[in-house]
């Protein structure tokens, strides 16, 4: 059970709902409505699948630096709580539910999958050089509302890329700020970020505009998806919350860093994924 609980420690598993409201999202616009049980389940089982796996590879192709990093030293691998050879089979275990729930979708889901796992696993090396990596990572997961579409209409559509193209952008401004705790050991390794590049003031602004085109992006889905009043009251709300953190995070003040990025942050996907339910529905 110790092992269990420092694996889903080590993959943040509470943190699934970041994603995951964004991905039923796209999959209940495109079925208009509820898709099937079966396809619940198997895009609730791609989104698990594909994220504790690029969690996985992030913490292994990630391990040398996390441990020179006084920060996340005592994270569960830098630690030695948990074995590279065991986190490497459940990198294999986790794509492999990706795939058999890709296959169970439709085929053009199975086809697009190592596409998936191809940017999943390439992400983690990009701050090794470049400071777009917040984005790249945002792109990461912005393929899962792309990815639920496909799986319920089983056509690629120009649609959700606006959905895909707000996700990563959310991602993008909340990563930003979240590695603003990082500057000077980035600077110091080499490594590749916005506030390594920019510095502190200069990632706030970035992640400001990164927020900024999340409700643009998210805005224009509604008005090409024909969405109504209950979806933009969502939108609404969502922006209240990403200005508050942009409120709590200042220049010269990341005490309460971890608060906006994760604590609060998780609730925009959830509220926009709620409000467009009782939009399509009422």
């Not at 059970?1 to 943040?12: A, C, P, Q």
């Not at 020179?68 to 569960?76: D, E, F, I, Q, Y």
């Not at 199975?110 to 696993?121: C, S």
């Not at 990461?140 to 707000?166: E, H, K, R, T």
Request: charged share 10%.
């Amino acid at each position: 059970m110790g092992k269990i609980t420092d694996f889903l420690n080590m993959v943040d598993f509470q943190h699934t709902l970041f994603g995951l409201p964004f991905a039923y999202l796209g999959a209940f616009l495109a079925a208009q409505g509820l898709p099937t049980l079966a396809q619940f389940v198997w895009i609730t089982l791609a989104m698990i699948g594909a994220r504790t796996a690029a969690l996985c590879l992030n913490r292994l192709i990630d391990l040398q630096i996390d441990a020179s990093n006084p920060r996340t030293a005592g994270w569960v691998m830098p630690a030695g709580k948990l074995s590279s050879s065991k986190v490497w089979l459940m990198v294999f275990v986790c794509f492999g539910v990706l795939f058999l729930s890709a296959w169970n979708l439709n085929l053009l889901c199975f086809k697009l999958a190592p596409l998936a796992v191809l940017i999943l696993w390439l992400y983690s090396y990009t701050k090794r050089f470049t400071w777009w990596c917040h984005f790249i990572l945002g792109l990461a997961i912005g393929i899962g509302p792309i990815g639920a579409w496909i799986a319920i209409s089983g056509v690629f559509d120009w649609q959700p890329l606006l959905l895909g193209l707000g996700v990563a952008c959310w991602i993008a401004g909340f990563d930003t700020m979240y590695a603003c705790q990082d500057i000077e050991f980035d600077r110091r390794q080499g490594l590749h970020s916005i506030p390594a590049r920019f510095g502190e003031k200069g990632a706030l602004i970035f992640s400001a505009v990164f927020h900024g085109f999340t409700i643009i992006f998210l805005t224009l889905a509604g008005f090409v998806l024909e969405l109504g009043f209950f979806y933009y009251s969502g939108i609404a709300l969502a922006a209240v919350i990403l200005i508050y953190e942009h409120i709590l995070v200042k220049p010269g003040d990341l005490s309460r860093v971890n608060f906006a990025s994760f604590k609060i942050n998780r609730y925009v996907g959830l509220l926009i994924f709620i409000a467009t339910t009782i939009d399509l529905f009422v």
